[in-house]
């Protein structure tokens, strides 16, 4: 059965006990499972590839309850259809007190778990999409309504801008102006920049920018006056997949319009003034199939460098550098 990720009522029903979340959106996702784990769970957290390997220990986790034990959530996250014989194992057996949860990536509609969970009425599936301009909108918005505090809209489009499409962005964006506001009463748009503003010499978006109008000698330039830690290296990845987003989308629309004036003009959320050279020379070094195409490889290095921390900047930096021409 499909759900929405709104729908937290019909989730949260005690009667339903396997859920299928599928994705981009981690922020939504993890505030969903983090809605549906009680008090007095314990909650335990596979790889999918830990129970394909060794099938017996979940199954003994599943069907097995703890004295001690009141209830269980299992999240088992990177799920594909490779775990499909195993959740219809256990389908066609009977547990209790326990709620498993498999937390997929982009699941096509021909997904054989996909199916599964959208055509059983007892299991619940819930698709995770990109936060859209106005659902940030808002949660920004929301934010200040609830601190008594007036921020022009001017101001609200460049704290949501700053997230890049990404609602745990937004959040961490939010979290840095609610410690500002402590101890200030108001904030102003000299405040809100120098909050959100990224600490190294050069932005993030800026290092983005000049990777995706291949301006080999600037991006060089910033690489070489930056020390990216982890969570830096994550950050690029983020803006990367959302700069990328939005040149696919203008790229197609210019195929319709053959204007890159009205286009860029056109594209919403605005773009601001200063943007647009950078994105006329994006759009002039690269096609349409060039940016599909490299979505997807963003995609791939996004997940290895959540198993790879260790060597996230040695990966990020050589796919930077191999895709910069």
Request: aromatic share 8%; charged share 30%; proline share 2%.
């Amino acid at each position: 059965m499909i759900l929405k990720s709104y729908d937290k009522i019909k989730i949260q029903n005690p009667k339903y006990s396997i859920f299928l979340f599928y994705g981009q959106n981690r922020a939504l996702k993890d505030e969903l499972i983090n809605s549906l784990l009680k008090k007095d769970q314990t909650k335990i957290n596979y790889e999918e590839i830990e129970i394909l390997n060794k099938p017996e220990i979940f199954y003994s986790e599943v069907f097995t309850k703890s004295f001690f034990e009141t209830s269980k959530l299992i999240v088992i996250s990177r799920s594909s259809d490779k775990i499909y014989k195993i959740i219809e194992d256990i389908l066609e057996k009977n547990f209790s007190d326990i709620k498993i949860i498999l937390d997929a990536d982009s699941l096509e509609k021909r997904s054989k778990l996909r199916r599964l969970f959208e055509n059983n009425k007892n299991l619940i599936c819930v698709p995770f999409y990109d936060d859209n301009q106005a659902t940030l909108l808002k949660i920004a918005s929301n934010f200040f309504v609830k601190k008594n505090i007036q921020l022009s809209y001017q101001n609200l489009n460049l704290l949501v801008e700053k997230s890049k499409g990404d609602r745990k962005n937004l959040e961490n964006e939010l979290n840095k102006i609610e410690m500002f506001l402590a101890s200030k009463k108001s904030i102003n748009a000299e405040n809100l920049n120098k909050l959100i503003n990224l600490k190294s010499p050069y932005n993030f978006d800026e290092l983005v920018d000049n990777f995706l109008a291949k301006n080999k000698l600037q991006l060089f330039k910033i690489l070489n006056e930056n020390i990216l830690s982890d969570e830096d290296n994550i950050s690029i990845i983020r803006i990367l997949l959302y700069k990328s987003k939005r040149l696919k989308i203008i790229l197609e629309d210019l195929t319709l319009s053959k204007n890159i004036e009205e286009t860029i003009s056109n594209y919403r959320p605005p773009i601001f003034w200063k943007d647009k050279d950078i994105i006329k020379q994006q759009v002039k070094k690269n096609s349409l199939n060039q940016i599909k195409t490299l979505l997807k490889k963003i995609n791939n290095l996004e997940l290895l460098l959540k198993k790879k921390s260790i060597q996230s900047g040695k990966l990020l930096i050589n796919f930077i550098l191999e895709h910069a021409n």
